[in-house]
């Protein structure tokens, strides 16, 4: 009896389980019966039925369970909700870029192919969710968004505050937006943008040689200076 009991317990435990692993996330089951083809499309389907007030929860339970049945499949999971509910696009960027840090550029130049208008979210909530890869995903973005410089060089600056100098002066210094990959490399070399020396002075006359017979005669012993 006393076996049959702790059997009995053990499979409530494993059912209490899996069926708390399911109620987790809810969408894991909905996405895995589709074909892998239709995966994207189903996942946008998903946030964009959801309440307003939902659609964020939702965004990150979807990605989540999107890339339990098909991690390869993030980037394009990702452009389908950035596509059907722009608004979420840095969201879903995120949470996949966190959950597939290697696949990070891509998964932000599909959310920003696909809702340019969210570019700056885009890449600020991807650096902030891979901050290693920060440099990258810019230089990603920028590939396929060449116009938006200033909201890719802005969106590193709004994720890492101790690089706003550095951007601001490259933003600022020229005639014309600089292109994010220079500024990439100088933000790598210098992260906390360049060191202002202290200013110089000039001699107040010309400086000439001074010749050792003009000095006059040392005494034995030395000169006999005061002491201070």
């Given at each position: 009896?006393?076996?049959?009991?702790?059997?009995?317990?053990?499979?409530?435990?494993?059912?209490?389980?899996?069926?708390?692993?399911?109620?987790?996330?809810?969408y894991?089951?909905?996405?895995?019966?589709?074909?892998?083809?239709?995966?994207?499309a189903?996942?946008?389907?998903?946030?964009?039925?959801?309440?307003?007030?939902?659609?964020?929860?939702?965004?990150?339970?979807?990605?989540?369970?999107?890339?339990?049945?098909?991690?390869?499949?993030?980037p394009?999971?990702?452009?389908?909700?950035?596509?059907?509910?722009?608004?979420?696009?840095?969201?879903?960027a995120?949470?996949?870029?966190?959950?597939?840090?290697k696949?990070?550029?891509?998964?932000a130049?599909?959310?920003?192919?696909?809702?340019?208008?969210?570019?700056?979210q885009?890449?600020?909530?991807?650096?902030?969710?891979?901050?290693?890869?920060?440099?990258?995903v810019?230089?990603?973005?920028?590939?396929?968004?060449?116009?938006?410089?200033?909201?890719?060089?802005?969106a590193?600056?709004?994720?890492?505050?101790?690089?706003?100098?550095?951007?601001?002066?490259?933003l600022?210094?020229?005639?014309?937006?600089?292109?994010?990959?220079?500024?990439?490399?100088?933000?790598?070399?210098?992260?906390?943008?360049?060191?202002?020396?202290?200013?110089?002075?000039?001699?107040?006359s010309?400086?000439?040689?001074?010749?050792?017979?003009?000095s006059?005669?040392?005494?034995?012993?030395?000169?006999?200076?005061?002491?201070?």
């Amino acid at each position: 009896m006393k076996t049959i009991a702790v059997f009995a317990v053990s499979l409530m435990c494993l059912t209490g389980l899996a069926i708390s692993a399911s109620a987790a996330n809810p969408y894991k089951a909905a996405l895995s019966s589709v074909a892998a083809a239709e995966l994207p499309a189903k996942a946008a389907s998903l946030v964009k039925e959801a309440k307003a007030a939902d659609q964020k929860a939702t965004t990150i339970s979807v990605v989540k369970a999107g890339l339990a049945v098909n991690s390869a499949a993030a980037p394009s999971i990702v452009g389908a909700i950035a596509r059907a509910v722009p608004s979420m696009a840095s969201v879903a960027a995120a949470t996949a870029a966190k959950e597939q840090p290697k696949q990070a550029s891509v998964i932000a130049m599909a959310a920003a192919s696909a809702a340019p208008s969210e570019i700056r979210q885009i890449v600020s909530a991807v650096c902030l969710a891979v901050p290693s890869e920060y440099a990258n995903v810019a230089n990603a973005v920028a590939q396929v968004a060449p116009t938006a410089n200033r909201e890719i060089l802005t969106a590193v600056s709004d994720a890492f505050p101790v690089l706003k100098s550095t951007v601001d002066l490259a933003l600022a210094g020229n005639d014309k937006l600089p292109a994010v990959g220079p500024v990439m490399a100088q933000l790598i070399t210098n992260p906390r943008g360049p060191t202002v020396a202290a200013p110089y002075i000039p001699l107040g006359s010309t400086p000439a040689n001074v010749n050792p017979g003009d000095s006059g005669t040392v005494p034995p012993g030395g000169r006999n200076y005061a002491a201070p």
